[in-house]
């Protein structure tokens, strides 16, 4: 059985999407950032513990566990944004998204017979300029707090992304061709 390590509704839906059968466990584990941690070893480290806690409670399943992080800047010395702790911060995220290009990075870490295997997914994301207006009412709606970066671009905020390079589903909150490969190099599917 796979067990999916992440309560999202959005990571769900993905895998449901995709044909893939699974179970839900969350991990519940601190997300942040170490000091001088890069996004993409954050998002693989994150992944990684999510799994790892899920699976020592469930050492007979496959466990799935997965983490995105939003980088502004390049992914070694850039910003990283995880989720925004309020409309303030969200409002602050947005602003720096605003009229800019960012990454968006998953890791995933898939543990077959308490094996850890951990690959990543990024992909280059262009936003329109967002007026100050836009920005309150956006936050006020309530979509952008419990997502990276601020912003679902499956939601309102799809009217200011003209353009993606790489993987739309990891934006979304996972990669999913990523996740398939990773099942079928590990005998699951």
């Given amino acids: ?87 303030a911060d969200a409002a602050r995220m947005l602003h720096m998204l605003s009229g800019r290009e960012h990454q968006v990075i998953t890791g995933v870490c898939l543990v077959v017979g308490g094996q850890p295997s951990v690959a990543s997914e990024t992909t280059l994301v262009t936003v329109n300029e967002i007026t100050d207006k836009e920005i309150a009412d956006y936050v006020a709606s309530g979509e952008p707090m419990d997502k990276a970066g601020a912003y679902a671009i499956q939601g309102i905020a799809s009217r200011w992304i003209p353009r993606i390079e790489g993987d739309y589903s990891n934006v979304v909150g996972l990669p999913v061709a990523l996740v398939w490969r990773m099942l079928r190099q590990a005998g699951v599917v």
């Fill in 1 to 87: 059985m796979l067990v999916l390590a992440s309560a999202s509704p959005r990571r769900q839906e993905l895998l449901r999407n995709a044909g893939i059968t699974f179970e839900v466990q969350p991990a519940h584990i601190p997300e942040d950032p170490l000091p001088g941690e890069a996004a993409k070893d954050c998002a693989e480290r994150l992944a990684r513990e999510k799994a790892l806690a899920v699976a020592h409670q469930r050492p007979h399943d496959v466990v799935l566990g997965a983490d995105t992080v939003v980088v502004v800047g390049g992914q070694h010395d850039g910003q990283l944004l995880g989720k925004p702790s309020d409309g």
